[in-house]
């Protein structure tokens, strides 16, 4: 079939057939496009229905004067919770936080690991340790003051390692044998 206008836009030997499958498949797509746009439509009236039930513009301006105004309480109340936990914080470094504890027969002729060297630390592995040495004659205990992990008096070896098991440091080889109920 000839066409005076195919000819002129230089198509005039393309088989009709061919631009009818054309036609077909460009229909076919838009009337998908044309299907998926009722869809979503039809999904945005259900949430539009659903936004708006039982509301007037009134009700819906309360709602969000209701909304901003309990966005107002959470900011502040969150405000007010950081304020706190910065002073727990603060609090909370000069707290004993690390202990260390080591038993140890402080003589030979005593039995039973009665003595101990206890390491009390705060965050900045500063604090105390107490020596307490039994021996038949009674009990003694000696305080020293930790600061930064480390004593200005030298430590003895139950010392030092009271205060690497408070500063979680590798413990060094050592004759003392600890315990399992330490």
């Not at 998926?36 to 949430?47: Q, R």
């Not at 060297?117 to 705060?122: A, E, M, N, Y």
């Amino acid at each position: 079939m000839e066409s005076a206008f195919f000819n002129s836009i230089g198509l005039g030997n393309i088989d009709i057939g061919y631009l009818f499958l054309i036609n077909l498949i460009v229909i076919v797509l838009m009337l998908g496009g044309i299907g998926y746009l009722v869809y979503d439509n039809i999904k945005f009236k259900k949430a539009y229905k659903k936004f708006m039930k039982g509301s007037t513009a009134e009700s819906l301006e309360d709602k969000i004067f209701q909304m901003c105004e309990e966005q107002d309480a959470i900011r502040k109340l969150g405000i007010k919770h950081t304020r706190e936990i910065k002073e727990l914080y603060q609090k909370h470094q000069g707290a004993y936080q690390k202990v260390g504890l080591v038993k140890y027969d402080a003589f030979k002729e005593m039995g039973g690991k009665l003595s101990f060297c206890l390491v009390l630390l705060d965050e900045n592995d500063t604090g105390i340790l107490l020596n307490s040495i039994h021996n038949s004659s009674g009990c003694f205990c000696y305080a020293k003051r930790i600061k930064n992990g480390k004593c200005d008096i030298v430590l003895g070896e139950e010392e030092q390692l009271a205060v690497d098991k408070a500063t979680r440091k590798k413990m060094k080889n050592s004759n003392i044998k600890e315990s399992d109920n330490d």
